[in-house]
């Protein structure tokens, strides 16, 4: 592929896919716009930690002086984790942010579209974007689900983000042919919450059920990936009417602040943080370190 040349791959990374060994891709945004420091970077240090125990390598991606990196150094998360002048790419971003030579953390979707340039076919974050809420005045629609709709790669998530509309966001998965598959569950998960009220397409049991859905999908010639949606661990997940409650006044908030667009998620990430008193920060760290053993366990399926 020509976008192979706007790749930057670290040592580690590299010789894990010339070996054909497993690997598992992450995002920079819940590093540079997501968490907090110092939370970020420990969480960033300890994903990628339980992903090694496990036997795979882990592939953080973000884009640092206009060139894709696939896996960072220590120095690189470092400075993703603490520099305020860490721009924030979508796919719609890529071109110009890597013609100018620039720096920014990527979403879900731009780094699906780094892992698959790269030949990864797993990738693990906290949730992914979607409808937000009261779109129909505003038809705000996250590009995750265009992605997810076009670019084969597996998404390893506790659902979509508790601050959207869950409902239409199935709904769109569903019209662009995305499968939703339940980790040991039947209902989508809410973020911070293991329940929505809302079913998953299919229910697989364990990271091999999982790999063969995946490995079917791509030998079938299908496009677009496929979301794993991975509740929270139960001792850490908080309860849907006090999620509900924080949310409802953090989008109030956000309505009056005149906050849109690629700001209104990390405002309000950090207003349900304030509101919730930390606790949901602590639920957000807890299921990305659950996500990324899931991630794990599946891509060492994928390569058995």
């Not at 220590?74 to 890597?98: G, M, N, Q, Y």
């Not at 990527?106 to 990738?123: E, N």
């Not at 598959?181 to 990271?207: H, I, M, Q, W």
């Not at 006044?249 to 956000?254: N, P, Q, V």
Request: proline content about 4%; glycine content about 8%.
């Amino acid at each position: 592929m020509s976008g192979e040349r706007y790749l930057d791959f670290s040592k580690e990374v590299k010789a894990a896919l010339e070996q054909d060994r497993p690997v598992v891709a992450l995002e920079s945004t819940i590093i540079a716009h997501g968490m907090p420091y110092p939370e970020n970077l420990e969480v960033a240090r300890e994903v990628e930690n339980i992903i090694r125990e496990y036997g795979v390598v882990p592939a953080t991606i973000a884009i640092i002086g206009g060139k894709i990196k696939i896996g960072l150094t220590k120095k690189e998360l470092e400075f993703l984790a603490t520099s305020k002048e860490v721009l924030k790419a979508s796919r719609r971003d890529l071109s110009i942010i890597i013609a100018k030579r620039l720096t920014a953390s990527t979403t879900v979707a731009a780094t699906m579209v780094g892992a698959y340039l790269a030949g990864i076919q797993v990738f693990v974050t906290g949730g992914i974007g979607g409808v937000h809420r009261g779109v129909e005045k505003t038809f705000d629609v996250s590009a995750d689900l265009q992605e997810l709709a076009r670019t084969p790669v597996a998404v390893v998530c506790s659902g979509a983000k508790a601050i959207l509309d869950l409902c239409l966001t199935l709904e769109y998965l569903e019209t662009m042919g995305v499968p939703v598959l339940g980790f040991g569950t039947e209902e989508f998960p809410a973020f911070y919450c293991r329940e929505s009220g809302l079913k998953v397409d299919y229910t697989v049991n364990n990271a091999a059920e999982a790999a063969e859905v995946i490995r079917t999908k791509w030998d079938l010639g299908l496009k677009g990936g496929i979301v794993i949606a991975n509740p929270i661990p139960g001792k850490f997940a908080l309860p849907k009417d006090y999620m509900d409650r924080i949310i409802e006044e953090s989008l109030k908030e956000a309505e009056k602040a005149g906050i849109k667009g690629k700001a209104l998620t990390p405002f309000l990430l950090n207003k349900i943080n304030e509101l919730g008193e930390g606790k949901s920060l602590k639920a957000n760290i807890e299921l990305v370190k659950n996500n990324a053993l899931v991630g794990a366990k599946i891509a060492y399926e994928l390569k058995s």
